[in-house]
C-alpha cells in the first residue's frame, strides 16, 4: 500500500518523450553492434560473492539501467565494465575491444562518472577538467574546445575558474559529470550519480542523461532511486545479490509480476451505483469505493478510462479528479526479492 | 610518460597551493640550519681549546723540553693552555672539578731513565667529562715519548756501528741531530673528532636530507588521499598505464626534493658564501639523495591504509633516520657504535658525502662507495614501493 501511494506522486508528463519511444523501437528492430557487451561476470572478495554471473548488452542511444538496492553488486559490476577490477570470470567488450585494467585503448571509449564526487577540490573547475582531459589524450584547442563544451552543457560555464572547493554540492556533482563526457565517450556510465543532489540539480543532471542518449551515446545508468530508472531507461536489469534477477523494458518487467493499472477518481454523486456499473466493463477487475473515491484495479488504465469516463457521466457522478497509477519497478523489485529498493 | 608529467604537473601545483608544503620544503630546512649552524659557532674545530696541568717533578733539560717546547711550541699556541703546578695531588683535584681538561705528571728521574736507557713515561690524568682534551693529551705525551725513544734509538745504534767510544763532543752533536728530527706531533683528524667542518656546510645538508623526509611523505600521501577522495579510480579509469600514477607521483616529489636542495645551496652559498665544493659531484649524490629517500617514503606510504597511518609510519621512519644518520648531530662527533649505525641509513652516507665534497675536496670519482650505498637503498625501496603499488586501486 505504501508503494501504492509514492507511484500516485508520480506525474505523467515526465514520461519518455515520444520521440524517445520512437528511437528504441528503430533499435529493437534492427540489429545494431552493441556499444557494451558483458556476459558471465564474476567478482570475488575472499568468501563472499560480489558479483555473480552478470551479463547485458547496451546499443547506441540506449540507456541501460542497473536498479538494485546499496550493496546488490552495482558499482562492482561498474568497476569491472570499466577496467578498474579484473574480473575473476566474464568478459567485458566495449567498443569491440575487451576492457582489463590494462586496457588502455578500450578504456579510452568509456567515460566514468563514480557515485563519489571523483574531483580534486584545490584546483578550479576548469582546471580539473584540463587534468582528465589531457588523460584522454586530448591537448590544444581540441581539449580547450571540449572544455567549454562541457562546462555549458552542465551550466558551470560562469564559475570555471573558480576552486572546486567553493562549489555547492550540486555544482561539484555537475561538474563530476562533465568530466565523464569531456573526450566523448561512446559509453556513459554514470554510477549513481544523483545520490545527496538537491532536486533543482538531479533535474540537471537527469535532462543531460536525456540530451546524451538522443545525440547516440549509449549509457549505463546504476542508481537504486525507481523514479530515475523508470524516466531514463530503455531497458533495466533489477541486481540483487550480485545477480541480475530480472531484465527488460519497464511493461515487461511489471508484466511478469502480472500487476495490474490502477485508477482512483474523485467525485460527487452515486458512487456507489457507478462502482456497480463500471465493474461490467471489459478490463476492469475490481472496484472499491472509499470516502469521495472509487478506485478500480483494470488491464490497461489507457484503454479502460474513456470508457469508465462514459460510465460515471451516465451514472450522473461529477469527476472532479482522476489519477491512472501505473505498476512501477519498486513493485517488481518488492515482488521478486521480498525487500524494497531503501532497504 | 605523458601521463606521468600530466600527473606530476597536477601533483606539483596541487603541493605549491599547500602552505604547509612550501614550509616543509623550503622554509623549515633553511631556518633550522641557520638556528643549528649558529648554535655551533663557526664550526665545530675552532671550538677546540683545552687548559692542561703539567706537574713537572723531575726538572730537567729533557722535562722542560716538553713543557716548553711541546705543549708550549707553536703548534699548540692557539689551542692549549699550561697551568704549571708542583703537587700532582693539586692537579688530580683540578681535573675532577673540570678545570682543565687533563694533567701530564713527568716524574721525578724522568731524565735519568731516559740517558740510561730504563723505560721513561709520562702520567696522563684524564677528565671522563672532557673526552677529546684528554684524548689529545695523551695523543701528545705518546708523541713525546715515542720522540725521545726514536733519539735514543738511533743514538744507541751509531755507537754499536762505530764500535768504538764517541769522543764527548761528536756524542753531543749527534743526540742533537737525532732530537732535532722531530717525529711531528700534532692535533689527529679522526677520533677525536677535530675535523674542521662548518656548521652551515654540515647542518645545511643534514637539514635538507631531514625535510626531504617530510617532502616525500607528503606527497607520497596523496595517493592513499586519492584513494581515501575517489579522484584515484577515476584516473585508473582513464586510458594510462596503471604504474604512471605512481611514477607520476614520484616525480613531483622528485622535483620538490631537487628544488629544495638547490634553494638551500644557493642561498647558503649566496648570502653566507659558504663553498659546497665540486658540482658535478654535488648534483649526482643529491639525485641520489632524493631517489633514496623517496623510495623509503614510498614503501611507508605503499604500506599504510589510512593517511593516519602513513603518516605515523613516514614520522618514526624520519625520526629514526635522521638520529642515526647524523641529521642532528655531527656523524664524526657520535659515539663508535652511532658511526657504525649511520652507515645503515642513506642519509648518513649522503652526510659523509657532501663533508667530503666540501672538506676533503672529493670529487664523483671519490664517492663511489657513497653513491653505491645510497643508489642500492633507492633500487631496493623504490622497487618495493613500486612492486606493493600494484594494488593501489
Not at chain 1, 221 to 246: P, W
Request: aromatic share 6%; net charge neutral.
Amino acid at each position: 500500500m505504501a508503494t501504492a501511494r509514492k507511484t500516485t506522486k508520480r506525474k505523467p508528463a515526465k514520461r519518455k518523450p515520444a520521440k524517445t519511444s520512437a528511437r528504441r523501437a528503430a533499435i529493437s528492430r534492427t540489429r545494431i553492434e552493441p556499444v557494451l557487451s558483458c556476459s558471465g561476470l564474476v567478482k570475488r572478495f575472499g568468501d563472499r560473492t560480489a558479483v555473480d554471473g552478470v551479463g547485458f548488452e547496451i546499443a547506441p542511444g540506449q540507456t541501460y539501467g542497473l536498479l538494485g538496492p546499496n550493496g546488490a553488486g552495482k558499482t562492482t559490476s561498474v568497476s569491472m565494465i570499466c577496467g578498474l577490477l579484473e574480473p575473476d570470470a566474464g568478459e567485458v567488450i566495449v567498443a569491440g575491444m575487451q576492457v582489463r585494467p590494462g586496457a588502455t585503448k578500450a578504456k579510452a571509449s568509456i567515460g566514468l562518472v563514480p557515485q563519489e564526487i571523483a574531483l580534486y577540490p584545490d584546483l578550479s573547475g576548469k582546471e580539473n577538467l584540463r587534468f582528465f582531459g589531457q588523460l584522454y589524450g586530448l591537448a590544444g584547442k581540441t581539449l580547450a574546445g571540449r572544455i567549454d563544451s562541457v562546462l555549458e552543457v552542465v551550466g558551470l560555464a560562469d564559475r570555471a575558474s573558480e576552486r572546486v572547493d567553493k562549489y555547492s554540492g550540486g555544482m561539484k556533482r555537475r561538474l563530476n559529470i562533465a568530466v565523464g563526457l569531456l573526450h566523448e565517450p561512446k559509453l556513459l556510465i554514470l554510477d549513481e550519480p544523483t545520490v545527496g543532489v538537491d532536486p533543482q540539480s538531479r533535474n540537471a543532471i537527469l535532462e543531460n542523461v536525456e540530451k546524451l542518449t538522443a545525440e547516440g551515446m549509449a549509457v549505463l545508468y546504476t542508481t537504486h532511486y525507481m523514479e530515475e530508472a523508470e524516466r531514463l531507461c530503455d531497458r533495466v536489469g533489477i541486481i540483487d545479490e550480485g545477480k541480475i534477477i530480472a531484465e527488460g523494458t519497464r511493461r515487461e518487467l511489471t508484466a511478469k509480476i502480472g500487476q495490474r493499472d490502477r485508477i482512483e477518481l474523485t467525485g460527487n454523486g452515486r458512487l456507489d451505483h457507478f462502482a456497480t456499473q463500471a465493474k461490467r466493463l471489459k478490463g476492469v477487475h475490481d472496484a472499491t469505493v472509499g470516502d469521495g473515491t472509487v478506485q478500480f484495479l483494470v488491464r490497461s488504465g489507457r484503454e479502460v478510462l474513456p470508457r469508465l469516463l462514459e460510465v460515471a457521466d451516465r451514472a450522473k457522478v461529477a469527476v472532479t479528479s482522476v489519477e491512472v497509477i501505473e505498476p512501477d519497478l519498486e513493485a517488481v523489485f518488492l515482488h521478486l526479492t521480498g525487500k524494497g529498493l531503501r532497504d | 610518460m605523458r601521463a606521468i608529467l600530466i600527473i606530476a604537473w597536477k601533483d606539483l601545483k596541487q603541493r605549491l597551493r599547500d602552505r604547509s608544503a612550501i614550509v616543509a620544503a623550503f622554509i623549515a630546512p633553511l631556518g633550522i640550519a641557520f638556528i643549528v649552524s649558529a648554535a655551533f659557532g663557526g664550526g665545530f674545530v675552532d671550538s677546540f681549546e683545552a687548559t692542561y696541568a703539567v706537574v713537572d717533578q723531575d726538572q730537567s733539560v729533557v722535562s722542560k723540553a716538553f713543557t716548553e717546547q711541546v705543549l708550549g711550541g707553536p703548534q699548540f699556541e692557539e689551542q692549549v693552555t699550561i697551568r704549571p703546578m708542583k703537587d700532582p695531588v693539586a692537579a688530580r683535584r683540578l681535573v675532577a672539578s673540570g678545570d682543565v681538561g687533563a694533567a701530564f705528571v713527568i716524574p721525578p728521574g724522568f731524565a735519568e731513565a731516559v740517558t740510561n736507557g730504563r723505560a721513561a713515561s709520562i702520567t696522563v690524568l684524564r677528565n671522563p667529562e672532557a673526552e677529546i682534551a684528554s684524548d689529545v693529551a695523551v695523543a701528545i705525551a705518546d708523541g713525546y715519548t715515542t720522540q725521545i725513544n726514536a733519539s735514543r734509538l738511533a743514538v744507541a745504534t751509531t755507537l754499536r756501528v762505530q764500535g768504538q767510544p764517541l769522543d764527548p763532543d761528536r756524542l753531543t752533536e749527534l743526540a742533537n741531530a737525532s732530537a732535532a728530527d722531530r717525529i711531528p706531533i700534532e692535533l689527529v683528524d679522526g677520533e677525536v673528532g677535530v675535523r674542521e667542518v662548518s656548521g652551515v656546510n654540515y647542518f645545511g645538508p643534514a637539514m635538507a636530507v631531514f625535510s626531504l623526509f617530510f617532502t616525500t611523505a607528503f606527497v607520497a600521501r596523496s595517493l592513499i588521499a586519492e584513494r581515501q577522495e575517489g579522484t584515484l579510480p577515476r584516473v585508473l579509469a582513464a586510458p594510462v598505464p596503471r604504474s604512471s600514477v605512481v611514477l607520476g607521483k614520484a616525480s613531483s616529489a622528485f622535483v620538490l626534493g631537487l628544488v629544495s636542495f638547490t634553494v638551500m645551496f644557493l642561498i647558503f652559498g649566496l648570502l653566507l658564501d659558504v663553498s659546497w665544493g665540486d658540482p658535478l659531484a654535488l648534483v649526482v649524490l643529491t639525485v641520489a639523495t632524493v631517489l633514496a629517500v623517496m623510495g623509503l617514503m614510498t614503501v611507508a606510504q605503499t604500506g599504510a591504509r589510512t593517511i593516519e597511518g602513513a603518516d605515523a609510519v613516514a614520522q618514526v621512519m624520519t625520526v629514526t633516520l635522521a638520529l642515526l644518520g647524523g641529521s642532528f648531530f655531527p656523524i664524526f662527533q657520535m659515539p663508535e657504535i652511532m658511526q657504525r649505525l649511520s652507515y645503515l641509513t642513506p642519509n648518513g652516507w649522503a652526510l659523509r658525502g657532501y663533508t667530503d665534497i666540501a672538506y676533503d675536496g672529493a670529487t664523483l670519482g671519490d664517492l663511489g662507495p657513497h653513491l653505491a650505498a645510497i643508489t642500492a637503498f633507492a633500487v631496493v625501496t623504490g622497487g618495493l614501493g613500486i612492486w606493493r603499488s600494484r594494488k593501489i586501486a
